[in-house]
């Protein structure tokens, strides 16, 4: 089976409102709600979504089996846990 990358890219706005006691502590809270790891923006309200697909090949590099978007002349094409999901990777063939 194929691998493929997608990068998803879009741009968008959210407004709210805040209550504090100042411009600092507001700018202060919205930092912190910011830097959390669970903050996020609603990205169904977004209709501009911009996305692309880049193939990934299987490629062995310094001995380690990778995907990888990119091949590099010292990479050796296919690795033997791709060759299990498709012949299509066999080494010297396919990507």
Do not use: C, N
């Not at 169904?44 to 995907?67: C, F, L, N, Q």
Request: aromatic fraction near 10%; charged fraction near 30%.
């Amino acid at each position: 089976m194929a691998k493929f990358l997608i990068d998803y890219r879009f741009q968008g706005r959210s407004t709210e409102v805040v209550e504090a006691p100042s411009k600092e502590d507001a700018e202060a809270m919205i930092e912190a709600k910011v830097d959390k790891d669970d903050f996020h923006i609603d990205a169904e309200e977004i209709d501009d979504v911009d996305y692309s697909v880049a193939e990934m090949h299987p490629v062995t590099r310094d001995g380690k089996e990778i995907w990888t978007t990119y091949v590099r002349s010292g990479d050796q094409r296919g690795h033997q846990s791709a060759l299990a999901t498709s012949p299509l990777f066999a080494f010297g063939g396919g990507a």
